[in-house]
């Protein structure tokens, strides 16, 4: 859609803003499966030899996966959650909403038949869950949350902008299917999905990632060990 410079923003009726951001919501997400992986691509071969390493290799792209998002968010900290937040007024909810997965995945997870993460590098749970929360649990709900504030019914307390997020970070996880069995694929997309729809009512409650940054990266931990 063409914007008139002149015309205000709050002018443009929000069903077109809300389709624009979605747009942008479905550019990010493929820049953020495909960019960091690609410039790993073409920059390997400027390392030195000693870097060239399988490990180097997963950590080189998690930098990059990191500083595409601090990129991303850079000119909006407080919209994108990276705050303290209202924790003192939703303490208890937070605590629930995110030791919920936490207490599912240690309980499920050693169950499962297909354990796809056994091998991984620490950096599974120590920094990925910190860039995957600040695009998705941070920059795109903030950006969502001013076009789709509303809930999704009176008496469904969580906001479409959460369910857009949720989204996102479920479809963001489809190149796993290389790595797993259709089955997981499927199973992956459900939990993901749902988890930060959960999960992410601590953002939505207080306005900021952290709690959820911080259980996602609890969970990530569990299926490591476990792995």
């Known amino acids: ?10 002018s443009i009726p929000r069903k077109e803003r809300l389709v624009e951001w979605v747009s942008l919501g479905a550019i990010i997400t493929m820049a953020y499966v495909v960019f960091p992986s690609w410039l790993v691509w073409v920059t390997w071969r400027f390392l030195p030899d000693g870097m060239k ?3 180097w290799w997963a950590w080189y792209g998690e930098l990059l996966a990191l500083a595409f998002a601090l990129v991303l968010i850079c000119g909006s900290l407080k919209r994108s959650g990276l705050r303290i937040g209202s924790i003192r007024r939703h303490w208890r909810g937070v605590l629930v909403v995110c030791s919920i997965p936490v207490v599912l995945t240690a309980m499920l997870y050693p169950l499962l038949p297909e354990r796809p993460f056994a091998g991984a590098t620490f950096h599974m749970w120590l920094t990925s869950p910190w860039h995957q929360d600040l695009v998705f649990a941070g920059y795109l709900y903030g950006r969502f949350e001013q076009v789709a504030p509303s809930y999704i019914h009176p008496r469904i307390r969580i906001r479409w902008a959460l369910v857009l997020a949720a989204v996102f970070f479920s479809l963001h996880h489809l190149p796993n299917l290389l790595l797993v069995s259709g089955g997981y694929m499927i199973f992956q997309l459900a939990y993901t999905f749902l988890g930060l729809l959960l999960v992410g009512l601590a953002r939505q409650w207080t306005g900021s990632m952290l709690y959820g940054a911080a259980t996602h990266m609890a969970i990530n931990l569990i299926a490591w060990i476990t792995s």
């Open 1 to 10: 859609m063409r914007i008139d410079p002149a015309q205000p923003s709050e």
């Open 53 to 55: 390493t399988k490990q």
